[in-house]
């Protein structure tokens, strides 16, 4: 099982749409988690943190379901400028490096 | 802007050349990070440093690869000699070891011919 795994996508979504992403994690001890933004041919940035439950930043929502080792984000009333990879990342517990899932396209359309 | 100067941003040699790429980290980090990315393999950390010291290198592909950080704002990675599959973008980031986040520089697009 890879670390982190991701939904490729892409997802085609109208202006105005919710979208949802999930990712899984295999590595139990993680305690941080991450969402990176990449537009095409950038650097990643990062979008949003969760280090508990879940966090909520505007029309983006974190949850993180350790049970099932699972993290999501959500986006509301989706922007054409919101069409980007959306890349998942965990840090192994313990250390400072990260790994990343293959991302998620998403396209907005009008 | 994330605070991170790469240099070159593009760059386009020849198999057998040697490459060197640089970073510029903003001052007062604890950690600085060397990727690697392709459509193939995805964002791939090859080695990171602490207070400039090398703490992982296990990511570095193989012995024509090295990496340096000679001071707190300065870092290079080093191919060579290079070859076409060492074609990909290779991006610097940085962290203050605050609950693992990291903040990348632009980028370096690497062609090996």
């Known amino acids: 099982r890879k670390e982190v795994e991701q939904d490729p996508g892409p997802f085609n979504v109208p202006e105005g749409a919710t979208v949802a992403f999930n990712c899984t994690y295999s590595n139990s001890a993680s305690q941080s988690f991450f969402w990176y933004r990449q537009d095409c041919r950038k650097e990643p940035k990062l979008l949003m943190s969760?280090?508990?439950s879940g966090n909520e930043d505007g029309r983006f929502t974190a949850q993180l379901n350790r049970a099932s080792q699972y993290i999501s984000l959500l986006i509301r009333d989706s922007k054409l400028s919101d069409s980007a990879t959306y890349l998942c990342?965990?840090?192994?517990?313990?250390?400072?490096?990260?790994?990343f899932g293959t991302g998620t396209r998403l396209l907005v359309s009008p | 802007d994330a605070g991170v100067i790469q240099s070159p941003r593009h760059e386009v040699t020849e198999m057998g050349q040697e490459v060197t790429l640089r970073c510029k980290p903003i001052s007062g980090h604890d950690y600085l990070f060397w990727y690697r990315q392709t459509m193939m393999r995805g964002l791939e950390l090859l080695i990171y440093?602490?207070?400039?010291?090398?703490?992982?290198d296990s990511g570095m592909p193989e012995d024509r690869f090295s990496a340096k950080m000679p001071n707190a704002s300065f870092s290079t990675l080093k191919i060579q000699p290079s070859e076409p599959r060492d074609s990909a973008v290779y991006f610097c980031?940085?962290?203050?070891?605050?609950?693992?986040?990291?903040?990348f520089g632009p980028g370096t697009r690497l062609t090996v011919l």
């Open positions: 990342v965990v840090p192994p517990w313990g250390f400072q490096k990260l790994v």
């Open positions: 440093f602490n207070n400039n010291v090398p703490i992982d």
């Open positions: 969760v280090y508990s």
């Open positions: 980031a940085w962290g203050t070891g605050d609950y693992n986040e990291q903040f």
